[in-house]
């Protein structure tokens, strides 16, 4: 089985944010990255599935040279090897339009990837690679056995759960707990280096640019309202929250 | 500025003769990806398997726990970093099992299991095994299908470690000994597989080491001992009855068991050293957070100055020991290529090259253990009323905190060791000490300068305090050494104060060095907090070398020499002063913004 892993280089999640050149970019001074959390739980499970079936598993990352320490820690954790477009990830149908490019040029069974990015959080990736490709996309899949040619998976949907079953290949993007979340061991860190990393250039270009980012505005003191006093409390719902 | 690739031949103790060029340091923002990486996964152990377990860990009513998380540790491969690939472990250098043991150094009472099973349990046969041993017992040791503990300490033979009264006879057939005795404070003796066990063979003077197997028979134990902290590691008393050995087992030569306690000590000295840095960093990064957290008088108490000031002296002291840490961790792995390239055999060279630092090993030890016990004091303080809440974390923090100042040879026995060593080496004529001591005694008698410095360059004044401070150790020791010759180490409490100077200065200078090199690295604007812990530490170190050194003075000296040595003292311990409280509030708010420990 061919299994393609796409993973983001996102801020860690303690990172301070902060914006320069007139907020239309993010400051990367002093930020820690890591791989997207949903992205691992997705190369976790496609590790475990190369283990129980065969095959090989290649990351995939849309970014810049800075995301190669991400991608060596993917290698160390089991991946086999690694492939990084060699561009900035401005939006997600331009990275969507990365990954199936790549994924057109080999048959792989399955494409996994995180339900969502934890710095954009678009969670639409998956969509567009499957419609790119021509195969179906289901997410957020929280369990995924393989079993002959076809996926069974169970589903998180508004309020409950849904199992499905569809015919490889697939595009699933993954949330926990559909695998156990792995720490590179030393054999695996010490082979990561050995392991190719390719890095090809982009097709097409970005759709969108940023105007200005901005934060969420700071959340105001908690104000408490002694039981007694229930309407004061409608009161600044209704006239400073502006809620009622 | 380029920084010159200056390996030179340091040798262990010389820091206190050399002006040391910060090209010739290594520091630990150099580690690479791989090694970053390989703490990294130390970390993610420690927070996913260890931490969340701690209380059951603590309160266990057996040792499963333990050796499921040992063996876990052991699937990931932490157990074998020193162990040579050819014996199923990674074969990584000194200073890369230095980083995974501070990595691994906040796992309180698993960070003990941890290290007694990788350091004093595997090395002496990694080091001192014949190659039958090192290939049957490794393999399984690197992966941790067998636990390791070491038995040297008995009832009455504790700092005095060769007086031990285990006994080893050979049996009449010549293919056993037959060991008898006692053993005390047996880490993870509880689950042991092996045991290191030290025993004299019929009336020798001096030690022999043994690998025992548990199934040997004639093992048997007494209950987990009732300790102050590190509960959830495993200590019991070990008793050997009729335990027969093969003889093939011996470890190393008849009555070569001390050199091995010794020489393996030195490793877990340094190795502690490191431990108690990561230690520390977890315990300001917990103390930071509560700071933050907690409100007094309608605002966080970290917004204090009181606090502030606790957080930023933690910093620059931890920051500091690490500086040292990797520092003679670098010197270590240079000394062990030198051996490696004149043809000594991997294991020795490995030994010779950690002997040779030695002096350095003792100091790391005696520094990390003292600030791992203040910042958990100050850590307790912060948190306040739930400072002294068992149900807080710095209850365990500071129980466990308190074993590093006696295990691996005392504080007191490193101290005599720091300078006894020194001393032993310039009697050999191995350091040159009497004409350093001889031209301070000169300059203490002439004009003094009056501080004015010429020079261009990075730290210059602070190069110039650091150097005094060496004149005054070599004043204090040449002038005590002078006064009682022979009888020197008797005098408990100047060693004491001696040892305290030497520390302080090494130190102080291994941080200074650290940011010299780190500013020519990334430029001095980049680097202003790792500034203000240097300069924060410096000006405390020399502040308690004052104060050892006029202690240690008024020990021995009296009339004209008293006066011209305080004068001397004076001078040597002369700094233009800065705001250092602003220094440290500097460390303390961004400690604060971080909400954690601000560096590496």
Same mark, same amino acid.
């Given at each position: ?97 990365? /990954? ?145 | ?131 039958? =041993? ?43 000994? /037959? ?90 000295? /340094? ?210 050494? =002078? ?118």
């Amino acid at each position: 089985m061919k299994i393609l892993v796409c993973i983001t280089n996102v801020p860690d999640t303690t990172a301070k944010i902060s914006f320069i050149d007139g907020d239309t970019k993010f400051n990367k001074t002093g930020v820690q990255y890591i791989c997207g959390p949903y992205d691992d739980y997705a190369l976790s499970r496609a590790v475990e599935l190369k283990e129980q079936h065969g095959g090989t598993v290649t990351v995939l990352n849309v970014g810049e040279a800075e995301s190669e320490q991400v991608i060596r820690k993917c290698l160390a954790i089991g991946a086999d090897d690694a492939i990084r477009v060699n561009t900035e990830p401005t939006d997600s149908y331009f990275v969507a339009e990365q /990954i199936a490019h790549i994924a057109s040029q080999e048959n792989y069974d399955l494409i996994l990837m995180g339900r969502e990015s934890i710095d954009f959080n678009s969670g639409v990736v998956h969509g567009l690679v499957g419609e790119m490709l021509g195969i179906p996309s289901l997410s957020p899949v929280m369990k995924l056995e393989i079993d002959g040619g076809v996926a069974k998976m169970t589903r998180e949907i508004e309020g409950g759960k849904e199992d499905v079953e569809a015919s490889l290949p697939l595009v699933l993007g993954c949330q926990e707990p559909i695998a156990e979340w792995k720490i590179p061991n030393m054999r695996g860190i010490m082979s990561a280096r050995t392991k190719p990393l390719k890095v090809v250039e982009p097709v097409g270009s970005g759709l969108t640019i940023t105007e200005k980012y901005a934060l969420p505005a700071p959340k105001g003191a908690v104000k408490m309202i002694p039981a007694e006093e229930a309407e004061k409390l409608i009161d600044l719902l209704k006239n400073e929250a502006k809620v009622l | 500025m380029v920084l010159t690739d200056s390996k030179s031949s340091i040798k262990g103790g010389e820091f206190l003769i050399k002006d040391i060029d910060a090209s010739q340091i290594f520091i630990p923002e150099e580690f690479n990806e791989e090694q970053q990486m390989i703490a990294q996964t130390c970390v993610d152990f420690l927070r996913t398997e260890v931490h969340p377990k701690l209380d059951a860990i603590d309160y266990a009513k057996d040792t499963s726990l333990m050796v499921e998380l040992l063996d876990k540790a052991g699937e990931l491969g932490l157990l074998g970093t020193a162990i040579p690939e050819e014996y199923g472990g990674f074969g990584m250098n000194f200073n890369t099992s230095m980083l995974v043991t501070e990595a691994c150094g906040g796992g309180h009472s698993f960070s003990v299991a941890l290290s007694a099973h990788t350091g004093i349990g595997t090395l002496p046969i990694l080091y001192y095994g014949t190659e039958e =041993q090192k290939a049957k017992y490794l393999p399984k040791l690197a992966t941790g299908e067998w636990k390791a503990a070491y038995c040297l300490t008995e009832p009455d033979s504790g700092s005095d470690a060769n007086s031990g009264k285990t006994k080893a006879v050979l049996s009449e057939d010549g293919k056993h000994y /037959i060991i008898n005795g006692q053993k005390m404070w047996i880490t993870n003796g509880g689950f042991a597989d092996l045991f290191i066990v030290f025993a004299k063979i019929d009336n020798d003077k001096s030690l022999t080491a043994f690998i025992v197997e548990k199934s040997f028979g004639g093992i048997t134990m007494n209950e987990e001992e009732r300790k102050m902290g590190i509960k959830g590691s495993s200590t019991r008393q070990v008793f050997f009855n009729d335990c027969k050995v093969p003889v093939e087992n011996q470890l190393y030569t008849r009555e070569g068991g001390f050199k091995i306690a010794v020489n393996i000590l030195n490793i877990g000295r /340094i190795k502690l050293a490191a431990a108690v840095v990561g230690a520390s960093k977890g315990v300001i990064s917990t103390a930071v957070n509560y700071a933050n957290e907690r409100k007094q008088f309608g605002t966080s108490i970290s917004s204090f100055g009181a606090i502030k000031h606790k957080i930023g002296d933690m910093i620059a002291k931890v920051f500091a020991s690490e500086s040292a840490c990797y520092r003679a961790g670098q010197n270590i792995d240079d000394a062990i290529d030198t051996l490696l390239a004149s043809g000594m055999e991997s294991g020795q060279a490995k030994l010779k090259g950690v002997e040779q630092f030695a002096i350095e090993c003792a100091m790391l030890k005696v520094h990390g253990s003292e600030v791992l016990d203040y910042v958990v004091d100050e850590g307790v303080q912060i948190y306040g009323g739930m400072g002294f809440s068992a149900e807080a974390p710095m209850d365990r923090a500071y129980r466990d905190s308190r074993i590093n100042r006696i295990f691996e040879g005392t504080n007191e026995i490193n101290r005599l060791l720091s300078v006894g060593t020194i001393v032993k080496r310039a009697m050999k004529g191995e350091l040159n000490l009497m004409p350093a001591a001889m031209a301070v005694g000169k300059e203490i008698l002439s004009i003094p300068d009056f501080g004015v410095v010429e020079e261009d360059g990075l730290f210059i004044p602070e190069k110039k305090a650091i150097k005094n401070m060496k004149k005054a150790i070599l004043m204090i020791a040449g002038a005590s050494l =002078q006064k009682f010759m022979m009888k020197f180490e008797e005098e408990q409490e100047i060693i004491m104060n001696l040892a305290d100077m030497l520390i302080e200065t090494y130190v102080a200078e291994s941080a200074l060095l650290r940011v010299e090199k780190l500013i020519i690295l990334r430029g001095e604007e980049a680097c202003a907090l790792e500034k203000d812990a240097a300069l924060v530490y410096l000006h405390s170190a020399i502040d308690k070398l004052n104060s050892a050194g006029k202690v240690a003075i008024t020990s021995f000296a009296e009339g004209d020499e008293l006066r011209v040595m305080l004068m001397g003292l004076k001078r040597f311990t002369k700094i233009e002063p800065i705001n250092l409280k602003d220094a440290r509030r500097r460390l303390a708010d961004a400690a604060i913004q971080k909400n954690g420990y601000i560096f590496i």
